[in-house]
């Protein structure tokens, strides 16, 4: 019986704990990134005062150009390696800095062409097949 009754007990503990992350996990991080969301405690206050019916937003949307100065004086908040990101309510602009990001090449021969893909550290290596419908292109 103790047996049983310990086996119930970590299921129960690994079904909560799953729920728990299923739950927490979009609210801590960004996009599906390992990226901790940028001033945590004041979106998650935002989200409790959503929640509660509390949050105090005009019925007046604001114009696309006041939106995009909002937008231009907010800073830049660095999401990895070169690739860096802000938003607003009405926006959001990433900024793809390719000189900080570390590359990899690799050098596919194709009908006798040398195709040189570069592709950010960290990501999976292209197809050879890839490679093909690239020198296809050009």
Do not use: C, H
């Not at 390992?34 to 206050?45: D, F, K, N, V």
């Not at 509660?52 to 696309?64: D, F, I, K, M």
Request: hydrophobic fraction near 40%; avoid cysteine; glycine fraction near 6%.
């Amino acid at each position: 019986m103790s047996k049983i009754k310990n086996i119930v007990i970590i299921g129960m503990i690994l079904g909560v704990s799953l729920l728990i992350t299923m739950l927490l996990g979009p609210i801590v991080f960004v996009n599906n990134t390992s990226t901790i969301r940028p001033q945590l405690g004041t979106y998650i206050a935002s989200q409790i005062q959503a929640l509660r019916g509390n949050n105090n937003t005009s019925l007046v949307a604001e114009s696309p150009e006041e939106s995009l100065k909002k937008l231009e004086a907010a800073p830049f908040i660095m999401m990895t390696k070169g690739v860096y990101a802000k938003s607003n309510s009405g926006a959001s602009i990433k900024e793809y800095r390719v000189n900080e990001i570390e590359w990899i090449e690799y050098t596919f021969d194709v009908k006798g062409k040398k195709v040189v893909l570069k592709v950010p550290k960290g990501e999976t290596p292209p197809s050879a097949r890839f490679a093909e419908m690239i020198a296809e292109t050009k």
